[in-house]
Each structure stands twice: as structure tokens, then as C-alpha cells.
Nanobody
Framework: QVQVVESGGGLVQPGGSLRLSCAAS????????MGWFRQAPGKEREFVAI????????NYADSVKGRFTISRDNAKNTVYLQMNSLKPEDTAVYYC?????????WGQGTQVTVSS
């Protein structure tokens, strides 16, 4: 009923940049926050960033503050994560999340690998 699809992952060198996109479709009723999480092998999924419907409020994990920027385009039901100054420790599968009418929806994830 709700589909969440991430894209934009890939291999990048340390210090490089990537821009992830996440498009939500289907029964996306009302207003809803969207965010990004990530999960590295052997680690639990961790919060990365979140943005409100209006886009006027954002929160970031301390580990990405100053490097990542989350934004959204509600006309496209899309949220973005601009990742700059990437570090090897940013390597993970990045998941998009949307909470719609109290229900969380997750994408399949997109792999981000930061390596020289």
C-alpha cells in the first residue's frame, strides 16, 4: 500500500559526496516525517537524519552533523540525503523511513561504500 524506494548509493572515496533519494508512493495520506537510517554489518540500525513534513525542522545524528543534509520535495513525495565529506565509517546500507498514520514504512535500502 505504501512503497518506499531508495536510490543513489554507490562506491565513493573518502571525502567524496553522494546524494541519496527516497521516493514514497501509494497511500501516503496526511503529513508525515521522513528520515534516514543506516546499518553496517554487525551493527544495529542507527538513526541518521529526519525531516518534518514542512521541512522546517531537521535532526541529525551527531556523527553526521555538518556533513549530511536532509531535504524533501513533497510534490514529489521524495526525501533526499546529501552526504558530503564521507568517511569510511559511513559505509552502510542506508534505509529510508516514513511514518504514515502511525505506521512505519521502510525501503529496501541502498548500499553506500566509502573506501579508497
Amino acid at each position: 500500500q505504501v512503497q518506499v524506494v531508495e536510490s543513489g548509493g554507490g562506491l565513493v572515496q573518502p571525502g567524496g559526496s553522494l546524494r541519496l533519494s527516497c521516493a514514497a508512493s501509494g497511500h501516503t495520506f496526511g503529513t508525515y516525517n521522513m528520515g534516514w537510517f543506516r546499518q553496517a554489518p554487525g551493527k544495529e540500525r542507527e538513526f541518521v537524519a529526519i525531516i518534518t513534513w514542512s521541512g522546517d525542522s531537521t535532526n541529525y545524528a551527531d556523527s553526521v552533523k555538518g556533513r549530511f543534509t536532509i531535504s524533501r520535495d513533497n510534490a514529489k513525495n521524495t526525501v533526499y540525503l546529501q552526504m558530503n565529506s564521507l568517511k569510511p565509517e559511513d559505509t552502510a546500507v542506508y534505509y529510508c523511513n516514513a511514518v504514515i498514520l502511525g505506521r512505519p514504512y521502510w525501503g529496501q535500502g541502498t548500499q553506500v561504500t566509502v573506501s579508497s
